[in-house]
């Protein structure tokens, strides 16, 4: 059974930080893209972060560059977002992601594996 299982989640003060941890299932992540997304309430959801499968090239949004870092531990099969700095506007729900594609990770309608979202709260 394919599943992405997030989990770091939590409640942090302004200036704080968390890593984000997604654990996968069922295949591979190696060979895939992979994403982490935040949605917060009454926006669209967003791309934070990718990393690419063939290159390891990775992409971060304007919002968090220099703050947020993706990585993989393919021993453990799972992806981590390290994310420092925090701030009240990355509130919001984040989620794993994973595509098999040749293309770019930044092919967002590509991502076919979701996992269940874990929320982070940034307030005093």
């Known amino acids: 059974q394919v599943q992405l299982v997030e989990s770091g989640g939590g409640l942090v003060q302004p200036g704080g930080s968390l890593r984000l941890s997604c654990a996968a299932s069922?295949?591979?992540?190696?060979?895939?893209?992979i994403g982490w997304f935040r949605q917060a309430p009454g926006k669209e959801r967003e791309g934070v972060s990718c990393?690419?499968?063939?290159?390891?090239?990775?992409y971060y949004a304007d919002s968090v560059k220099g703050r947020f870092t993706i990585s993989r531990d393919n021993v453990k099969n799972t992806v981590l977002l390290q994310m420092n700095s925090l701030k009240p506007e990355d509130t919001a729900v984040y989620y794993c992601?994973?595509?098999?594609?040749?293309?770019?990770?930044?092919?967002?309608?590509?991502?076919?594996?979701w996992g269940q979202g874990t929320q982070v709260t940034v307030s005093s």
């Open positions: 992601a994973a595509a098999k594609t040749g293309l770019g990770c930044r092919s967002w309608q590509y991502y076919d594996y």
């Open positions: 069922g295949f591979t992540l190696h060979y895939y893209n």
């Open positions: 990393m690419g499968s063939s290159d390891g090239s990775t």
